[in-house]
């Protein structure tokens, strides 16, 4: 039990203190007059300013309470490198029992994991969480066992104790290290890209040489080896070779004694965009139709077009001399001839053989599209007639021949059930609402794949691929009735894009695809194709483990699976004759950049608190009290601060002026200054 005097005023300390002013001022009166009263009056005030301070004597029932000391055991990927798990582990045990040994103490041991996705080692925040919970004056120490490679050491924590960093690992530890600086998310196709690595070495490195070996390997396939200098920036030049996602991994070989080969590997995921789309239009003659191509193409920025109109062929005389003619000569020859293959998109508007362009010129257009290019046909009624681009050297490539009939007759395109599934044509706005168009040229398909029909269930797009190149006809000058909002119109725009963007081999619009979306270690793999069914998808780990997932059919033409890596790394995928690769996890994990023990990022912290960081290499510490405020460790010992915390069980508290004993002395010392200073009269 304790005992101590307590003050409860009846007034605020402010009016007593005027109170006592008025009272000394008076007494200082009487003694200046000559009132032989003047020390009664003085005693009459003090015990009426004495009761309006109301004093009391407590008198409480303590228990004391234990000191707490928290203990923070990492157990991120970090401290899974050789010998440091076994190291802290058996650290934080014996830890655990001296301190449990030791007279009115309590241990508060916490595990410190990995954090979500890529967040590192949060020891500060895991301390902040378990302070909250404990109160903060019966804390005496934090005793944190780590590599020290903590990635929130910044966070402003007021620590209520001192701060102890146990450090595993050992003096020889060392690691290799590639990074990737400065890695875009996208670069233009065929420009090489500028990355910066680096590879270094950390730690009690031994002396090697200068140089080490690099491999580099594009979407999987086989590496190509560079000798690199080591401990200086490199700036690699990358060519991405084709359009959407392109994994680049750089690999330099493991080191027999370091402490890891998961930071030796860098994947890097960069998406491949084209520059400019060059894109030829040949318009035949002009019609309503030509405008919604020309409109189409130039209002993407992205496109450079090239418009060829015949609006004079060779068999119209009108006699007007061709000095005179305000137009220029076109450069045919070098676009057909020299150029041609400078065009990811040719497309032939109502266009029928004058002459213009020779047989040459034509068979170099359809070697072009052997050779990877792309040709769209939108014919006309010209295409029905002897003048038909299908009697050309084009017609080789053609996936559809005319019948020599032109329907003129109102209908309303629909997709074919193989167009439900083929990317340019699936889900298309609007189903059901589309006007109708006014004619259609009857062809027979003899490949490729019809997506669209019109009167009689005809062909009315048909999609092909030739060689390494695409060719499509739309098989009627109508389409531009939507643009015009005719009868409700319908998905121009949004139809021709597509088969623009399919036809210039862009790997959202491939029909057969084998693709995957990372988040994290987790990833959805689609497939899209054109058959009903497809096997199952094999998923090779990084280690070389297969898995086999059946996918499931969500959509027409999709099937998609969800997988969960179970590692950081490159993952190859195969379905039939598609394969794809996808990297799971950061470029460099963060738990592995810096894999080497050190104390100096905690170092703040624990000068701070008047703390120490020692290696448990040396062994365990000795543990002792010192004062709040003292140096809390030194060589070979760390210190913990007692707080002798209490619980006040009860309280008795005693007035030392109660109301009559108050009274009765006010009243005695006033009567007797009183009757003293009346005896003087």
Do not use: C
Not at 349 to 363: H, Q, V, W
Request: glycine fraction near 8%.
């Amino acid at each position: 039990m304790t005992g101590t005097v307590i003050f409860d005023p009846l007034l605020p300390w402010a009016w007593l203190i005027a109170l006592a002013v008025i009272a000394l001022a008076g007494v200082v009166l009487a003694l200046v007059r000559s009132l032989r009263g003047w020390a009664l009056r003085g005693a009459a005030a003090l015990v009426v300013l004495a009761a309006l301070a109301q004093p009391s004597y407590q008198v409480e029932d303590r228990a004391p309470l234990s000191d707490i000391v928290i203990l923070a055991e990492d157990t991120s990927a970090s401290q899974g490198l050789p010998g440091r798990t076994e190291q802290t582990a058996q650290a934080a045990d014996a830890l655990e029992t001296q301190l449990a040994a030791r007279p009115n103490t309590e241990v508060r041991r916490i595990t410190v994991p990995d954090a979500e996705g890529d967040g590192g080692t949060m020891l500060m925040r895991a301390l902040s969480d378990a302070l909250a919970e404990e109160p903060q004056a019966r804390v005496a120490g934090i005793i944190a066992l780590s590599d020290g490679q903590v990635h929130d050491a910044d966070m402003a924590l007021a620590l209520p104790a001192p701060l102890h960093l146990l450090q595993s690992g050992f003096a020889d530890d060392w690691d290799r290290r590639l990074t990737v600086v400065g890695a875009p998310a996208f670069a233009i196709i065929g420009e090489p890209v500028i990355l910066t690595l680096r590879v270094e070495d950390m730690g009690a490195a031994p002396v090697s040489e200068p140089f080490a070996e690099l491999d580099i390997s594009v979407d999987g396939e086989d590496p190509q080896r560079f000798r690199v200098p080591v401990g200086q920036d490199i700036d690699l030049p990358v060519t991405l070779p084709h359009g959407g996602r392109n994994v680049i991994q750089f690999t330099t070989p493991t080191q027999g004694d370091e402490l890891t080969a998961r930071n030796n590997t860098a994947l890097i995921q960069m998406n491949g965009v084209r520059d400019r789309l060059r894109v030829l239009l040949v318009s035949g003659e002009p019609h309503a139709g030509g405008r919604t191509w020309r409109n189409l193409l130039k209002s993407d920025s992205s496109v450079d077009l090239v418009h060829f109109t015949i609006l004079r062929p060779p068999d119209k005389q009108d006699g007007v001399p061709v000095g005179e003619l305000s137009l220029i000569a076109f450069p045919t020859r070098e676009l057909f001839m020299e150029k041609v293959e400078d065009f990811d998109l040719i497309i032939f508007d109502r266009y029928k053989r004058r002459g213009i362009l020779p047989a040459l010129y034509l068979e170099n257009v359809a070697n072009y599209v052997r050779q990877g290019g792309a040709v769209l046909v939108a014919a006309g009624p010209d295409f029905a007639t002897a003048d038909s681009l299908f009697r050309s050297p084009l017609g080789a490539v053609m996936p559809a021949v005319p019948t020599a009939r032109v329907r003129e007759e109102a209908y309303r395109p629909k997709v074919t059930d193989l167009g439900e599934r083929h990317p340019v044509t699936t889900n298309l706005p609007s189903r059901g609402d589309w006007g109708r168009w006014l004619r259609q040229i009857d062809v027979t398909p003899n490949s490729g794949n019809v997506v669209m029909s019109g009167i009689d269930d005809n062909p009315l797009l048909v999609l092909d691929r030739v060689g390494e190149g695409r060719v499509a006809l739309l098989a009627s000058d109508h389409a531009w009735l939507w643009s015009r909002g005719y009868e409700g119109g319908g998905p121009q725009l949004e139809l021709l894009r597509r088969l623009a963007h399919w036809m210039m081999k862009e790997p959202e619009l491939e029909e057969e695809a084998l693709t995957a979306t990372a988040s994290g270690q987790s990833m959805q793999i689609e497939r899209r194709t054109l058959s009903d069914t497809v096997p199952p998808v094999t998923v090779t780990a990084p280690d070389g483990t297969t898995t086999e997932l059946t996918l499931r059919n969500v959509a027409p033409g999709q099937f998609i699976a969800d997988y969960q890596g179970p590692e950081i790394g490159l993952y190859r995928l195969e379905n039939g004759d598609q394969s794809a690769v996808i990297g799971l996890g950061p470029a460099a994990p963060r738990e592995f950049i810096n894999t080497v023990g050190t104390a100096e990022l905690l170092q703040p912290a624990i000068d701070s608190t008047r703390g120490g960081a020692l290696l448990l290499e040396a062994g365990l510490p000795d543990i002792r009290n010192v004062r709040e405020g003292r140096p809390a460790a030194g060589r070979g010992w760390i210190g913990l601060t007692p707080r002798n915390a209490f619980e006040t069980r009860d309280v008795r508290a005693t007035a030392l002026l109660p109301g009559w004993l108050v009274l009765m002395l006010s009243a005695l010392f006033i009567v007797a200054a009183w009757l003293r200073e009346g005896r003087r009269r």
